[in-house]
C-alpha cells in the first residue's frame, strides 16, 4: 500500500503559471551567460584585451558551469529544488551585476565563472522540478522547449546588444548589467511562486535513507549505464554545438567575408530553426520513446555535417545543423527521470558535467587547433559528436523505458 506522502508526491503537479516562470528563468538566465559572448570587440578594446584573451572568459563559465551544476545538484538534492533554484539564480545575478563593473580581464573572467556556475545550476533544478512536476507523457516536450530557450536566450541577448550598442558603442557593460538584472527578476519571480517540489519533500518525510544516498550510488547498477551513456551524450551534444555555435560567425565573416547583418540575420534564422527542432524532438520522445528521437536527429545531423563539408549553401547547412543539435533536446529531463529523487539534480549534472569541459570548454579549442581549414575542421569535430552521441543513445536504449513507479526509489 502506498503510503500518504507517495500519493501526494504523484499529485504533484506544476501549473502553467509556474512553468512559464521556470521557462522564463531558463531564457533569462542563457540571456545572461551569452552577454558576454556579443560584446567581446567592444570589451576586448576597453580593457586592453586580444579577443582571444576575452573569449577566454566564455571558457571560463563553462567550466565554472561543469562545477557549479555539480555543486548547485548537491543544494536541491539534499535542501530542496527551490532553494538550489533560488541560490543558483542568486549567484548568477550578482556575480554578472557585479562583473559588468569589472575593472579588467582578469575580474571579468572569474565572474563569468561564477555566472556560469549559477546558470548551470539553475538548470539542473529546473530539470529536476520538470522530471517531478510534469507527467511523463508530456516531459519530454517540456523539457526539449526548455533546452530550446537557450536559442531564445541568444536571440535576446543579440537584439539587447544590437540596441544598447548601436545607440551607444562603448557601452557594453550595460549590456552585460542589463543581463543580471533580468535574472534578479526571475530570481524575484521563483521566490514569489515557485513551490517545493512535493516529491522532494516526501522523500524527505518518507524515506530517509533515499534522501542520504551517496553520489557513488550513481555509478552503480542499476544507474551506472545511465551514469556512463549519459555522460557520453553529453559531450556528443555539447561538442556538437557549442564549437559551431562559437565560431560560425567567425567563418561566416573570415573566409566567406560576410559582413555582420547578413551574418546576423543567418544566425537569427538559425536559432529560430534550431529552437524548432528541439521542439520536434521532444515532440518526438513523448510519442515514440528517448532514444528513437535522439537516433532520428543524429541521423540527420550526420547528413547536415557531410553537406556542410561539399560545400551546400551555407544558408541552407548552418541552419540544418541548428536544427539537427536538437537531438540533445529532451536530455536533461531524460537523465533526471533516470535518476531517483535524492539523486535527480546532481545526477542530472554530473552527467553534464564531462559534456561542458569538453563540449563547451575545449570544443571552440579542438576545433582551432585541427591542421586543416576551418571548415574541415569544424566538419570533423561535428561528424564526430554525433557518431560519439549516436554511440551514447546506444548505451542508453534501455533507459528510461514507461515502467510502474517504483515507490523505493521513485521511478
Not at 559572448?37 to 567550466?63: C, D, E, I
Not at 539537427?324 to 553534464?352: C, D, I, Q
Amino acid at each position: 500500500m502506498r503510503s500518504p506522502q507517495n500519493l501526494h508526491a504523484q499529485a504533484f503537479r506544476l501549473s502553467r503559471r509556474q512553468l512559464s516562470i521556470i521557462f522564463l528563468g531558463f531564457l533569462l538566465a542563457a540571456t545572461a551567460l551569452f552577454s558576454l559572448t556579443f560584446v567581446l570587440r567592444p570589451m576586448s578594446r576597453a580593457l586592453h584585451l586580444s579577443l582571444t584573451q576575452s573569449a577566454l572568459g566564455v571558457t571560463l563559465s563553462w567550466v565554472g558551469g561543469a562545477l557549479g551544476g555539480l555543486g548547485f545538484g548537491w543544494v536541491a538534492d539534499h535542501w530542496g529544488r527551490r532553494i538550489g533554484l533560488l541560490t543558483a539564480l542568486g549567484l548568477a545575478a550578482v556575480a554578472g551585476i557585479l562583473g559588468s563593473q569589472a575593472p579588467d580581464g582578469a575580474m571579468l573572467g572569474l565572474a563569468w565563472f561564477l555566472v556560469g556556475g549559477g546558470v548551470n545550476g539553475e538548470n539542473g533544478a529546473s530539470y529536476a522540478l520538470i522530471a517531478e512536476g510534469i507527467a511523463r507523457e508530456r516531459r519530454g516536450v517540456i523539457g526539449s522547449t526548455m533546452a530550446g530557450l537557450y536559442f531564445a536566450g541568444a536571440l535576446v541577448g543579440v537584439a539587447i546588444t544590437g540596441l544598447i550598442l548601436t545607440h551607444f558603442p562603448s557601452a557594453w557593460r550595460n549590456v552585460l548589467l542589463l543581463g543580471g538584472i533580468l535574472v534578479v527578476l526571475s530570481w524575484v519571480l521563483v521566490w514569489w511562486r515557485i513551490p517545493e517540489s512535493d516529491v522532494w519533500r516526501a522523500r524527505t518525510v518518507s524515506d530517509a535513507h533515499a534522501v542520504s544516498l551517496p553520489a557513488n550510488t550513481m555509478f552503480r547498477t542499476p544507474y551506472r549505464r545511465v551514469t556512463i551513456g549519459g555522460t557520453l551524450l553529453a559531450i556528443g551534444g555539447l561538442l556538437y554545438l557549442v564549437p559551431f555555435l562559437s565560431l560560425i560567425s567567425t567563418y561566416l565573416e573570415t573566409i566567406h567575408h560576410w559582413s555582420v547583418g547578413r551574418t546576423t540575420t543567418l544566425l537569427v534564422v538559425g536559432f529560430a530553426v534550431g529552437f524548432a527542432g528541439y521542439v520536434l524532438d521532444g515532440w518526438i520522445a513523448d510519442r515514440w520513446g528517448r532514444p528513437r528521437a535522439a537516433w532520428s536527429l543524429i541521423s540527420l545531423a550526420l547528413f547536415a555535417t557531410i553537406a556542410f563539408w561539399v560545400g551546400i549553401p551555407l544558408t541552407l547547412t548552418v541552419p540544418a545543423i541548428f536544427f539537427t543539435s536538437g537531438f540533445f533536446a529532451h536530455f536533461g529531463v531524460w537523465m533526471s527521470e533516470s535518476y531517483p529523487p535524492a539523486l535527480k539534480a546532481r545526477g542530472n549534472n554530473l552527467t553534464f558535467f564531462a559534456g561542458r569541459i569538453v563540449g563547451g570548454g575545449l570544443g571552440p579549442i579542438l576545433v582551432t587547433s585541427l591542421p586543416w581549414q576551418l571548415q574541415t575542421n569544424l566538419s570533423v569535430v561535428l561528424f564526430g559528436a554525433a557518431v560519439i552521441s549516436g554511440l551514447a543513445v546506444y548505451v542508453l536504449k534501455d533507459v528510461g523505458k514507461p515502467q510502474a513507479v517504483n515507490t523505493e526509489t521513485g521511478i
